[in-house]
DNA sequence: GGGTAGAAGTTGAGAGTTCAAGCAAGCCGG
DNA sequence: CCGGCTTGCTTGAACTCTCAACTTCTACCC
C-alpha cells in the first residue's frame, strides 16, 4: 500500500535530537509558565488580560494615543477579529474608545481614553516588577542578548507580511 | 498619606531600559507568533490545539501510557481544571480514556486510547517538521543551546513548586 | 459611471480557559 | 471512630478566542 507517496514530504520525518527536544520541552514550559503568571498579575492587579494590557500599551505609544484597528492588529500579532472583541471589552471599561476615521469611511481609530492611560500608569510599575523577577534579573546580560536575537529571528519568520513581503518577486 | 508605605517596593520602579524593552518586546512577538502558528498548524491538521496535542505526547510517553491527572497537569504546565476540561474533550474524540485508580479512589487515570496513539503517529511528522521550520532551521546550534539554557532558567523560576519546595524552612 | 475585486472592520456561534465553588475520599489528632 | 483539615478532581458561569460569514467602502479598470 505504498506505491503512492500520501505527503509531498520527503522520505524519513527529520526528527528533533534528544537535545533538541530538551530544548523545546524548555520553550514549551517556560512560555506556558510566563504566559501563566503575567496574565494572572494583570489580571489580579488590573483587571484585564496581558494582551489586552498590551493593547493599551501600544496606543500609549503611538501619536495621539491612537491607532487603526488593523495597524494595532499587526503590530499586536493577533487578528482583526480578535481585536475587535478586545477593544469592545475595553470601551465598556472605559479605557479605549472607537473613532472614525475620517479618510477612510470603513476606518476606525481605537483610542486611549484617559482613563486607560490612568489604568496603565497605576499599574505600570507593578507588571514591569513582575517582567524583571521573571525574567530580566533571572538572566545575564549575554543571555539577554542572546534571548532578544533569537526571538529576533523567530518572530521574522513566522511574521504574515515584513518589509519586501509585498514583492514577492524579489523571493 | 504616605506614613505606610503601601507596598514592599521601595521607592522608584525600575523601568525597563530601551534594550530590555527590545528584548521583551521581540519575545512577546515571537512567542505570541509561534503559539498561533502551531495552533493552527495543529487544529487544521490533526482537529486539536497544541496544548492539546502536548497531552497525548505526554501521555504517550508515560509508562503503561497513563498518567495520575494531576502529574499530567503538572508536567504540562496547566491548572487541573483545564486539564479535566481537555481530557474531557479528548475523551470524546475517542483518544483518552480515564480510568479509576485502585490505590485511591479519588484519583483518575487518564489513558492514551489506541485511537489516541494513531493520530499522534499520523500527525506527529507535521508538526515536526513545523517546529523545525520555525525555530530550529533558523538558529545556529550556539543559539539552541542557549535558548535552552535561557528557557530552563525561566522555567525554573516560575514552577509553582520544584525539588525542595517541599522543604520551606530551606528557605 | 458601473462593475468588481479587495480591504477594513464586525458579528455570532462554537470551542477553550479561568475562577470560585463543590464533592468525595484520604489523613490524623484525640 | 469522629471531627476537621487536606487532597484529587469536577463543575458551571463568565469570559476570551477562532473561524467563517457578512457589511461597507475603496480602488481599479474600462
Redesign the pocket.
Known sequence: MKTAPASARADEPRWLTDEEQRVWRSYIDASTLL??HL??QL??DAG??H??YGLLVQLAESPQRRL??????MSAK????????????LEKNGWVR?ED?P????????VLTDDGYEVLRRHAPGHVDAVRQAVFDRLSPEQQKSLGEIMRIIAEGLQPSEAGADLPWLR
Chains 1, 2 share one sequence.
Open positions: 504566559e501563566d496574565d494572572r489580571q489580579r484585564m488580560p494582551i489586552y487603526r484597528m488593523t495597524e494595532l492588529a493577533i487578528t482583526r477579529s480578535r481585536l475587535s472583541h478586545a477593544v469592545a471589552r472607537r476615521c479618510s477612510d469611511k470603513r476606518g476606525q481609530f481605537a
